[in-house]
Structure formats: structure tokens, C-alpha cells
Nanobody, 115 residues
Framework: QVQLVESGGGLVQPGGSLRLSCVAS????????VDWYRQAPWKKREFIAS???????NYADSVKGRFTCSRDNAKNTVHLQMNGLKPEDAAVYYC?????????WGQGTQVTVSS
């Protein structure tokens, strides 16, 4: 059974930082593209970052320069380091591992940015 579990969310003040983690069981992240998405209330799910199979990382313009996505294949984990957080970054953050014919999602972790 495949399971993705996100962690690291919480309440942070504007300008602060959080580090999200997504740990997989039942699959090896090294064989999957792993993306991060977020969804704020009453908004569509938004792409944030993608860790490709080739090792590259792609970012949405809204987070470029502030967020860093990285793989730790030894721990079967993907991280999302978020710096310079803004109120508009508040959302539930999800990780998504996929390859042809397979698509897995975590349950999400809440990020709240407020003073």
C-alpha cells in the first residue's frame, strides 16, 4: 500500500520560514516525479514545485527565489523549504508522486501565515 505523509506545517509570522517534508512508503521516490501543490480556501489547487526524475527542480513564479524543493532519496523524502513566507502562502500543502499510470497524493499539511 502506497502512502505519502506530509509534515512540517504550522503557524508562522510573515517573513518566517517552514520546512515541509513528504515521506513515502510503498514506493521509492527516486522512480517518481514528486510535485508540491497547495490549496487555499475557495481557491483552485496550485502547482508550487516539481522534483523531476532527472534531478532538476521547477518552481511556480509565485514562489521562485523563496522556496526550495529537494530530494533525499536515502530517506525516501522530499522537502520543501519555504522562506520569506507571505500571508498569501497560507494553504494546505500537498505532495504528489507520479509516473505513467500511477498517481499518489498525501493528505496535506496546513500552513498558516499570520502575525
Amino acid at each position: 500500500q502506497v502512502q505519502l505523509v506530509e509534515s512540517g506545517g504550522g503557524l508562522v509570522q510573515p517573513g518566517g520560514s517552514l520546512r515541509l517534508s513528504c515521506v513515502a512508503s510503498g514506493i521509492s521516490f527516486s522512480n517518481y516525479v514528486v510535485d508540491w501543490y497547495r490549496q487555499a480556501p475557495w481557491k483552485k489547487r496550485e502547482f508550487i514545485a516539481s522534483a523531476t526524475l532527472g534531478g532538476g527542480i521547477n518552481y511556480a513564479d509565485s514562489v521562485k527565489g523563496r522556496f526550495t524543493c529537494s530530494r533525499d532519496n536515502a530517506k525516501n523524502t522530499v522537502h520543501l523549504q519555504m522562506n520569506g513566507l507571505k500571508p498569501e502562502d497560507a494553504a494546505v500543502y500537498y505532495c504528489n508522486a507520479w509516473r505513467a499510470g500511477e498517481d499518489y497524493w498525501g493528505q496535506g499539511t496546513q500552513v498558516t501565515v499570520s502575525s
